[in-house]
């Protein structure tokens, strides 16, 4: 199937509890989500067990899609979402996240968006994140904030069903495509060889930043073609006749 034509997808990584993958995908039957992906499953899918919280919810569950790495999802979607129960804070790049109420606000009407849950025990690891364009939370008690993954699927599924009973604001709008992000990264990369940084962690840093900025601002394909020409006029003002950009200091990582 065409990118373009991909509905939001339910992605878990490393289930290993057959019961919460049939609880899954019952919920995404309650909200109108049909798409389960599943990465490298740990359990087995046709169990009494998954089948029997499945419910009607089970044609999910037998349709599932699975994957070995998070890597070919990411090659076959536009945008994924992860989700976390760890907050990161200042300057945690990694794990700096956005309301879950705006994204899927954002998402609603796009095509080929994965949002994607952690394993039961330990979710997400840190270079798993990297290869997602940003990161939610769902807002829970400090002294339990660890949601069980049939529950927190059940309140990401909620708010993108009521989000999509209304008349989307930018339903009219085409946004950019996972290959013009791409060639935005690739720019990007061009114009961080060129630009003179003190250490060599903070191009890495820059490189960090611009990626969560280009997923979490939704370009639009206007946006994203005039962020092309900014690249090319920095490159072409250091490497070229014109007068050449001044890097400030980026301050603490």
Known sequence: MDIANKMTAIVLVE???PGNVGAVARVMKNFNLKELILINPKCKLDTP?????AMHGRE???NAILYKSLEQVKQKYNLLIATTAKIGKDPH???????LKTIISEIVNQKGICIIFGREASGLRNEELLQCDFLVTIPASKIYPVLNISHAVGVVCY?????????HHASHIK???LKEKERAMLMLDEVLQVLPFNLE??????????KRLIGKSFLTNKEVYS????FKRIKRGWGGKGKKVIVADEGKD
């Open 15 to 17: 289930p290993e509890t």
């Open 49 to 53: 067990e998954a089948i029997g919280r």
């Open 60 to 62: 999910i569950l037998e």
């Open 93 to 99: 790049i990694v794990r700096e996240t956005i309301s």
């Open 159 to 167: 708010e993108y069903f009521l989000a999509a009973q209304e008349e």
């Open 175 to 177: 946004f950019a495509t």
């Open 201 to 210: 962690k903070k191009r890495e840093t820059q490189r960090r930043v611009w």
């Open 227 to 230: 962020l092309f020409g900014f």
